[in-house]
């Protein structure tokens, strides 16, 4: 049977996708979709978020089965809430259904799984995965020891990036060159020199930070780096470019030394020396990353382009870079996820493969509310050009791919969902603020809930609870309130018009038993659920599947290719992220996984009914082996 494999984009839109493709800069792509189905009204889950709509992806269970519901879980025992008292929801621990490599493995079949968020720890036993913590390869939300992290912090594994500038930048790390002085192989005042520490952030291990020494020539437009002014170069950058590949060496605790991975980037270095900004990107590496262990030194040793960065939109925000470098680091990181995937495809035994990259989702977040209405065209097009080039990046990853997988691989391109801009008139939606102003919520001046006096709260994403007396230590609302302060919470929220347009931006507001239909149930899920329009603030989360605005669209990308799909169809049927993993099933053999709650997608195909007329096929002939044993069993022979 075919080999399976899934290449995920995060959040990309699918009309950019679309056409960016006619357009004819997404070769592999297009080779793709010429050669199999494009799903047009592909809906994902709600929430529209990361976590739980890529576990649907690889276990076709909905959120309330597989019971990653938001971004974030409540502790167990914890008071749901927002997601500062709520952790990240990355654990595979977390996750009540059976993933589709899980299922494989029953029939001896072997995954290869790249960068595939709430999937650590592996829990498969002959296959190999990589990262599945967070969103990048290096990007930790959670620690060794599996606590999730609260909020949106991370840990990297080895150290985060840093900015090395004598601006005034928001957490960076500021210098003031001087004549260097004391150097083996320079001259003293020939050069500008600075010293600064490196792995100081968010490290996954608790580095001890490394010293660099710089050394700055504004004539020839370089800055050199050093471990220490008697040793050699470990980079040399040039003005306006990146270095090469640099190795800096770390202790860890216990005495243990680690090397970390990076990349440096000058963007500017005045004449005098007076105005210097050195960017370095995370220090990398891929220690603990993998299963086995032994995966790790593997690639770090065998894939030498790109690199495991965590490439984010914070960088560009703080001010650290501007966008093209902030493309150039994407192309980074999908360079090493190709590079990564085609190495351990064309090398290592497997079945299945799963990946998943999230430039895509970073992009947007920072990009498209300018790409949509900023008033400089100029700008806009600069932004046009930046989401070309983050597809046209993601786009090499997945022919790299394609050329390890083979021939006879099916081939899935797939989002867990898409991306919106904001109307320009429209003013964020708090919640909290509704439910305060509907007399349901209270608070100090300091902003905390007071609990004795508050009928509903927010949590996470799209859920409202109830703050009942059974459920809460702390709670007012008696249990045969609860309907009715249901029936409030509901009203304030359809009642409620956005000061800038005056409509309502809520879509749906919804009582628990009823986001059924949504796929939503279980303890994790609130008294209230509710989505909201695609013009409304925010990118993605609490945004409606099938929403569309401008130039975003909340619908999810898929397209299938291989053997047994169809040529160069455009499928205008419904269908769900959820439906991938059944389908996949239907046409590898592989068992449907246990929790499995999607459909195939039977119009795809090229013969609907393939393995049943497969398997009349093995009974018709069994039936004739069966009959021709039987009568040669009854011959006998008389010679009286």
């Not at 599945?132 to 949106?152: A, N, S």
């Not at 799209?462 to 409030?488: C, H, P, T």
Request: charge should be negative; charged fraction near 25%.
């Amino acid at each position: 049977m075919s080999k399976v494999v899934v290449i995920g984009f995060d959040a990309p839109i699918t009309k950019s996708v679309k056409r960016l493709m006619e357009e004819g800069d997404l070769p592999n792509i297009r080779k793709l979709t010429e050669n199999g189905v494009w799903m047009e009204n592909c809906m994902v889950p709600h929430p529209t978020i990361t976590p739980p709509n890529w576990t649907t992806i690889a276990t076709g269970a909905y959120p309330g089965t597989h019971g990653i519901t938001c971004f974030h879980l409540p502790g167990e025992g914890k008071r749901p809430g927002r997601p500062e008292v709520c952790g990240q929801a990355f654990r595979s621990t977390d996750v009540k259904a059976e993933f589709i490599w899980e299922a494989a493995e029953r029939i001896g079949k072997r995954a290869i799984v790249i960068n595939y968020p709430t999937t650590w720890p592996p829990r498969m036993k002959d296959g190999i995965q990589v990262g599945g913590f967070g969103l990048h390869v290096t990007d930790w939300r959670m620690t060794r020891d599996l606590k999730p992290l609260p909020g949106w912090r991370m840990l990297i594994n080895l150290a985060d990036h840093q900015c090395i500038t004598t601006r005034n930048l928001p957490l960076a790390d500021g210098i003031s060159p001087t004549p260097c002085k004391g150097w083996r192989d320079f001259q003293d005042g020939t050069r500008l020199e600075a010293e600064v520490e490196v792995g100081r952030y968010n490290s996954l291990d608790g580095v001890e930070p490394s010293k660099l020494f710089l050394l700055f020539d504004p004539e020839k437009g370089e800055v050199l780096g050093f471990p220490d002014k008697s040793s050699d170069p470990i980079f040399i950058c040039p003005l306006g470019s990146w270095s090469g590949k640099a190795v800096l060496r770390f202790k860890v605790g216990g005495g243990e030394e680690r090397d970390g991975t990076f990349m440096a980037k000058l963007l500017d270095l005045s004449r005098d020396g007076s105005d210097v900004r050195l960017y370095l990107t995370t220090f990398c590496s891929l220690h603990g990353a993998t299963y086995p262990e032994g995966i790790a030194e593997e690639l770090e040793k065998k894939v030498d382009k790109g690199l495991p960065l965590r490439a984010m939109e914070d960088a560009v925000g703080l001010g650290w870079i501007d966008f093209e470098t902030y493309g150039e680091m994407l192309e980074l990181e999908n360079t090493w996820l190709g590079e990564a995937a085609h190495y351990l495809m064309t090398t290592k035994d497997w079945d299945i493969f799963y990946m998943h990259a999230h430039a895509p989702d970073h992009t947007y977040h920072l990009i498209l509310n300018r790409m949509d209405h900023d008033p400089d065209p100029r700008l806009r097009e600069r932004l046009k050009d930046l989401e070309r080039r983050v597809y046209t990046s993601l786009d090499r990853m997945v022919g790299r791919i394609m050329e390890g997988a083979g021939e006879d691989a099916v081939i899935a391109v797939v989002s867990d969902h898409g991306a919106c801009p904001t109307h320009p008139n429209y003013k964020p939606v708090s919640i909290s603020r509704i439910l305060i102003d509907s007399g349901l919520l209270h608070t100090s001046e300091e902003g905390e809930i007071d609990w004795k006096k508050s009928i509903a709260f927010e949590d996470r994403s799209v859920y409202i609870w109830i703050n009942l007396k059974s459920r809460f230590q702390d709670g007012i609302v008696d249990d045969e309130d609860y309907e009715d302060a249901r029936d409030r919470v509901i009203n304030a929220l359809l009642s409620y018009r956005d000061p800038g347009t005056g409509k309502c931006p809520f879509a749906f507001v919804l009582r628990k038993e009823e986001a059924i239909m949504l796929g939503l149930r279980g303890e994790t899920v609130g008294d209230i659920v509710f989505g909201i329009y695609p013009e409304a603030p925010g990118e993605h989360g609490r945004h409606i599947t099938s929403g569309e605005y401008s130039l975003g669209s909340m619908k999810g990308l898929l397209i299938i290719g291989g053997p047994g799909i169809k040529k160069g169809i455009v499928l205008e049927r419904h269908v769900n992220i959820a439906d991938l993993v059944p389908t996949l099933c239907y046409l590898s053999g592989i068992p449907v996984p246990m929790h499995c709650e999607g459909s195939v997608i039977y119009q795809a195909l090229e013969d609907m009914d393939g393995p049943w007329a497969e398997l009349r096929k093995l009974r018709e002939r069994y039936e004739k082996l069966e009959e021709t044993i039987r009568v040669m069993r009854s011959l006998t022979h008389s010679y009286e």
